[in-house]
Nanobody, 122 residues
C-alpha cells in the first residue's frame, strides 16, 4: 500500500507560479512511476505529467509543455510539479498518483492522493 498526500495548491494570478508536492508513505516509493493529473469542474480527470522510477524520464501533456516541470526525490519519497506561467485554464484539483507503469493513462495508476486545489485568476 502507498499513501499519497499532496500540498502546495492555492490561489495565484495568471502568469504566476506554484510548486505542488506529493509525499508518499512506505519504503517502496522508488519502485513506482509517478504522475500528476487534474480535474476541472464539470470535466473529466486528465493527465498532466509523469516521471519514471528514477526521474530521468518525463512526459507532459502538450498544453503544459515548457511551463510545468515534474521531478522526484526518491530519498524524500516526494514528487513535485513546478508550475510556471499559470493560466486560468490550469484551474483544477491536482492529484498525484503512483503506478507500476510509466504512463499517461489514468488506468495504469494504482494509488491516488486526495488532491489539492489550484485556482488561477485572470
Amino acid at each position: 500500500q502507498v499513501q499519497l498526500v499532496e500540498s502546495g495548491g492555492g490561489l495565484v494570478q495568471a502568469g504566476g507560479s506554484l510548486r505542488l508536492s506529493c509525499v508518499a508513505s512506505g519504503r517502496t516509493f522508488s519502485r513506482y512511476a509517478m504522475g500528476w493529473f487534474r480535474q476541472a469542474p464539470g470535466k473529466e480527470r486528465e493527465f498532466v505529467a509523469c516521471t519514471d522510477r528514477s526521474g530521468a524520464g518525463t512526459y507532459y501533456r502538450d498544453p503544459v509543455k515548457g511551463r510545468f516541470t515534474i521531478s522526484r526525490d526518491n530519498s524524500k519519497n516526494t514528487v513535485y510539479l513546478q508550475m510556471n506561467s499559470l493560466k486560468p485554464e490550469d484551474t483544477a484539483v491536482y492529484y498525484c498518483a503512483a503506478g507500476q507503469l510509466y504512463s499517461s493513462r489514468i488506468s495504469d495508476y494504482d494509488y491516488w492522493g486526495q488532491g489539492t486545489q489550484v485556482t488561477v485568476s485572470s
